[in-house]
Structures are given as C-alpha cells and as structure tokens.
C-alpha cells in the first residue's frame, strides 16, 4: 500500500490505497438496539408522526442540552432555515456569506429574499463582519450568519452590528451542534439558530433539522408554521409548511444522542491523527478547533498553497480520487458563483475575493466513526508523497490531461 515510485500511484499505473471508496460526511450510526426498539413502539403505537412522543422527547433532550428554552425538530434544516426567515417576517434584502453550503442561500432566495453576499475573513472562513456595514441598504432586514465547519462566526460582532442597524439576526448552525462560543452552547444567540440533522452531519436523523431559541413568541409561532398553521383542529392562523419531523426520524436521533459524546470523541481523535501526520508538510495547513470551547470537530480542513506544493489542489484531488479518497472542495466556487446568483440575479457579477481564493484551495477530508486511524494514516502518506514529488508528478499529469475530476 505505500507508494514508493509514481508509477505505484493510482492514477498513474497503481492499484488504488483503498479496495472501497472513503467518503467525506458517511453517517455515524446511533445506537442499533435502541433504534430498533423505538421503531417496533412506533408501529404498535401506530403513532408516525405529527408532534408523537419521539419528536418531544428529542426536542426536550436537545433544548437541555444546548441550555434552550426551546426546540423545535423539523423535517430538514433548509425547511428550518426558511419557516424562520418567514415568521422573522424578512423581505428584501439579508447579508450572508457566500462561502457556505448553496440551501443558506436557498433558503432566501426562495422565500423571495435576495441573499447579499458577503466575503469572509480567510482567517477563520466565517463572514467578514467589517465587510458588512457597506452592504447593509435601506432594504436590509436581517443578517444570516453561518458556523462553518462548527467554528462559530463573530457573533459578538454581529449582534453590535444588527443592534446598530435594527436587523434581524439568525444564524445557520448546520455544522455546530454539540459547539459553544465563549462558554455558551450554540443555539443561545441571535433570534434563533438552525441545525441541520441530515445523515451526513455529525448527528443525524436520516434528514431533519431543528430551530432552537429563547424567544418565546418566535418559537410559538415556528411551531404553527411547521404544521401548516394550524392553531385549533380547524382553525389555521398563519400561511404555514409541512415541516414536521416523523417518529422514524426522532428514532434515529435519539439513539444517536446517546452516543453523541461517542462520535465527537472519534472525530477528535481522527483530527488529531491527521494533524500529526500532516505536520510538516510543505504548502499544507490543516484548519484548528479552538480546544477552550466545545467543539464536533467534524470537518478536516486543509488548504492547499500550489506554489508550494507544486501540484495544484485539484491535481492533488484528482490523484486522491483515484486511490479511492474521496476528498471534496466545499464550497467551491462559492454561492455567489453559482448558476442561480450568477445569472439573472440583482447582484450577479460581485467579487469576493477571499471566498474566490479560499474556494480554490481548500480540500476536505473523510472523518467520522466510518474511518480508521489507519485510513488517515493512509490518506495523509499519499498526500506526503504527493507534494514531496508535486513538480514531476504535476507534470506528467498534465501531459496525460489530467487538470482535476
Ligand atoms: C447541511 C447544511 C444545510 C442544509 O441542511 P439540510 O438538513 O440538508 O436541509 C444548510 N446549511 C449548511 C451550512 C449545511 O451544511
């Protein structure tokens, strides 16, 4: 398995590292026994869904643990985003950053929303918040903020920010369950924070999703919205959205609860391994959690510097492919770059130029309870060796026409 020669590379004459494919984002999977006692109770009960003791137990659980008063499961996290863009009452115009996953902007956009795109601070990959106030316009209500990679946004920052301007503030917490910024657990700050629970976070629920806040009146009012608007059993007060979450789908979260602490613990422990053996190596960085807070670690970050390593990182990428890791760039190219903002959009055509950079750089790598220390091991000696031959290697890519899968 170790590659001594090029030729012993994959995409080159080699046999793959791998035998199966490594994925970015394979589910963690909860506790089986339990799952499946829950979904035998389910069918006796014949309680599917529609608010059923699963989905309360979950919210109640989740609310205790992030310190909420409350949480509200929901069918997905996009569902989520938009119900909450809704009973925020947003119009017009919210700032968001650009580099994150296509449904922040979505979520807007199909609402009627224009999403406003904002550059983010290379340093830690969230929203540039001194970049905001300059695209803040009469038409501005509200500001969506996004965790990415679980790392909080500066939300400090943010709130003086919305304060000053009278803005709504939410944020997009898909990747930050089980995170906390300065001691608080999110989902405490804002009007309300979003989590997504689809099967490639590092808690699932199949696909769901969950609004928590303190605010009593929003999450009275998210809780009719979710259910079609129904305020009696035939009287409906608002324009509302199938957003419930199934029985099944509670299931699967409660059995993956209980072993949360689980999951998080082999994420830290594959981070760490790729930290060591990634240390070193010329033109790869590999992004920190901030150990003082509560953190998933479920994103293994790295930026690749070409004019170092002397492969490009989509040749790097291309080489990994063809050993069966299959890293991912998210989020190349950015929203912004996006067919839907590109085109035929009021602001298509904006330049961000840290977004633009940092989408061509960056690589992610596969974590999780499905890959073992020796995977990374494995993983990280191809990337080793990779860079140490990046010149020869790149250019006998080039010349088989191999720029990238
Ligand atoms: C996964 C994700 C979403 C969407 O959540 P779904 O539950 O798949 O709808 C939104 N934003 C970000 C940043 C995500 O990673």
């Given at each position: 398995?170790?590659?001594?020669?090029l030729?012993?590379l994959a995409i080159?004459d080699?046999?793959?590292?791998?035998?199966?494919r490594?994925?970015?984002?394979?589910?963690?999977?909860?506790?089986?026994?339990t799952f499946?006692?829950?979904?035998?109770?389910?069918?006796d009960?014949r309680?599917?869904t529609?608010?059923g003791?699963?989905?309360?137990?979950?919210?109640?659980?989740?609310?205790?643990?992030v310190g909420?008063k409350h949480?509200i499961?929901?069918?997905?996290?996009?569902t989520?985003?938009?119900?909450?863009?809704?009973?925020?009452?947003?119009?017009?115009?919210?700032?968001v950053?650009?580099?994150?996953?296509?449904a922040?902007?979505?979520?807007?956009?199909?609402?009627?929303i224009t999403?406003?795109?904002?550059?983010?601070?290379?340093?830690?990959h969230n929203?540039?918040t001194?970049k905001i106030e300059?695209?803040?316009?009469?038409?501005?209500?509200g500001?969506?903020?996004v965790?990415?990679w679980?790392?909080?946004?500066?939300?400090?920052?943010l709130?003086?920010?919305?304060?000053?301007?009278?803005?709504?503030l939410?944020?997009?917490?898909?990747?930050a369950?089980?995170?906390?910024?300065k001691?608080?657990?999110?989902g405490?700050?804002?009007?309300a924070?979003?989590?997504?629970?689809?099967a490639?976070?590092?808690?699932?629920?199949?696909e769901?999703?969950?609004?928590?806040?303190?605010?009593?009146?929003l999450a009275?009012?998210?809780r009719?919205?979710k259910?079609?608007g129904?305020?009696g059993?035939?009287?409906?007060g608002y324009?509302g959205?199938?957003?419930?979450?199934s029985?099944?789908?509670a299931?699967m979260g409660?059995?993956?609860l209980?072993?949360l602490?689980?999951?998080?613990?082999?994420?830290?422990?594959n981070?760490?391994?790729?930290r060591?053996?990634?240390?070193?190596?010329?033109?790869?960085?590999?992004?920190?959690?901030?150990?003082?807070?509560k953190?998933?670690?479920?994103?293994?970050?790295l930026?690749?510097?070409?004019?170092?390593t002397?492969?490009?990182?989509?040749?790097?990428l291309?080489t990994l492919?063809?050993?069966n890791?299959?890293a991912?760039?998210?989020f190349?190219?950015?929203?912004h770059?996006?067919?839907?903002y590109?085109f035929g959009?009021?602001r298509?055509?904006i330049?961000?130029?840290?977004t633009?950079?940092l989408g061509?750089?960056?690589l992610?790598?596969?974590?999780?309870?499905?890959?073992s220390?020796?995977?990374?091991?494995g993983i990280?000696?191809?990337?080793?060796?990779?860079?140490?031959?990046g010149p020869?290697?790149?250019k006998?890519?080039?010349?088989?026409?191999?720029?990238g899968?």
């Open positions: 398995m170790i590659k001594t020669t030729n012993d080159l080699g046999t793959p590292a791998f035998p199966e490594l994925h970015v984002g394979r589910p963690n999977i909860g506790n089986r026994e499946l006692r829950y979904i035998n109770n389910i069918l009960s309680l599917l529609n608010n003791p699963l989905v309360q137990e979950l919210e109640k659980r989740i609310a205790d643990m909420a949480c499961a929901m069918c997905n996290g996009t989520a985003l938009e119900t909450v863009g809704r009973a925020l009452e947003l119009k017009d115009e919210v700032l950053p650009s580099f994150t996953f296509i922040t902007a979505h979520s807007l956009q199909w609402q009627g999403p406003v795109f904002c550059d983010i601070d290379p340093a830690t929203i540039d001194k300059a695209l803040i316009t009469p038409r501005t209500t500001i969506l903020g965790h990415v679980g790392r909080p946004c500066d939300i400090e920052a709130v003086e920010i919305a304060k000053k301007h009278r803005l709504k939410f944020f997009d917490a898909a990747h369950f089980s995170c906390s910024y001691g608080r657990m999110i405490n700050f804002g009007d924070e979003v989590f997504s629970f689809h490639t976070k590092i808690f699932n629920t199949f769901g999703g969950a609004v928590v806040t303190n605010n009593d009146d009275k009012k998210i009719l919205m259910n079609f129904f305020m059993y035939d009287n409906v324009i959205i199938n957003g419930k979450m029985e099944v789908h299931a409660l059995s993956g209980e072993i602490n689980d999951f998080i613990a082999v994420n830290k422990r981070y760490e391994r790729y060591q053996e990634l240390k070193g190596i010329p033109g790869i960085s590999m992004i920190s959690y901030n150990e003082r807070e953190c998933n670690y479920h994103y293994i970050v930026e690749i510097d070409d004019a170092v002397h492969i490009s990182r989509d040749r790097l291309e492919w063809a050993e890791v299959l991912r760039c998210y190349y190219p950015g929203c770059k996006q067919v839907p590109a959009y009021s298509a055509g330049k961000l130029s840290e633009e950079r061509q750089r960056i992610i790598f596969p974590t999780g309870t499905a890959i220390t020796d995977d990374i091991s990280c000696q191809i990337v080793k060796f990779a860079v140490e031959h020869e290697l790149s006998r890519l080039i010349a088989l026409g191999r720029n899968i």
